[in-house]
């Protein structure tokens, strides 16, 4: 008899579990797993003009793309354009950028950390322009 009473009380507690197993997998929602960030350009600032400049701008991220431009001055004879990236803070030179003689174009992409940067600019008989991108990661939602 308490055999039996036992038998009766652990199938019902068996019965029990398998219920709120079967009811947990199927209320269970799957969640998509994380996806990886993407980087979104976003503009920091351009700038044109002739001759020598500084140029300071703020990256909080650290990654950018600089894109320039140069065209020779009417009149002058082929100039030469030179940039270069340096600390905001410590003033030491980071990357040479460029150095282009004559008319041209081009992108670079610069990656350090997250700070003040100041673009030196050096450039004789040539009209230039530069176009600064700070690459913000995000992260899509769907």
């Known amino acids: 008899m ?3 009473l036992l038998m009766r009380r652990n199938r019902f507690w068996y019965v029990c579990i398998a219920t709120l197993v079967a009811f947990g997998a199927d209320c ?3 969640v998509p797993p994380p996806r990886d960030p993407i980087g979104i350009p976003q503009q920091v600032g351009s700038w044109e003009g002739t001759g020598d400049h500084t140029i300071g701008f703020v990256s909080n991220s650290g990654k ?3 894109r320039w ?3 020779p001055e009417p009149g002058r004879p082929e100039g030469v354009f030179h940039l270069t990236v340096h600390s905001a803070v410590s003033g030491r030179p980071l990357q ?3 150095e282009q003689r004559g008319a041209g174009e081009g992108t670079v992409n610069f990656e350090d950390d997250p700070r003040q940067y100041n673009l ?3 450039s004789t008989d040539l009209v230039w322009s530069i176009v600064v991108d700070e690459v913000v990661l995000v992260t899509p939602t769907s």
Do not use: E, G, L, Y
């Open 2 to 4: 308490i055999s039996a």
């Open 28 to 30: 269970r929602r799957s």
């Open 64 to 66: 950018f793309r600089i």
């Open 69 to 71: 431009v140069t065209r």
């Open 96 to 98: 040479d950028v460029v």
């Open 120 to 122: 030196m600019v050096n």
